[in-house]
């Protein structure tokens, strides 16, 4: 499912993705407990968090964050 920056604060499961404001696309795969996070279009991932982590990043002139979990979930909002 895709989902835009307006449905933030949101909580991705694996196979969703959201497109920001600026047209790039977060989304995750699982790797084992930890999460390879992948923002914009890129096939190697960003950053890969492990549970109860999380990693804040700017986008235009907006700063978000997303957090992993222990489920297969990683939540993504706008700071």
């Excluded at 950053?47 to 993504?76: C, M, W």
């Amino acid at each position: 499912m895709e989902f835009k920056e307006n449905d933030l604060p949101i909580e991705l499961h694996h196979e969703d993705s959201v497109r920001l404001g600026g047209g790039e696309t977060i989304r995750f795969e699982a790797n084992g407990e930890a999460k390879d996070v992948f923002i914009g279009d890129a096939f190697t991932p960003t950053i890969q968090l492990f549970p109860d982590t999380d990693y804040t990043f700017n986008s235009g002139d907006k700063q978000y964050q997303v957090r992993a979990h222990f489920e297969d979930k990683l939540s993504v909002k706008r700071l």
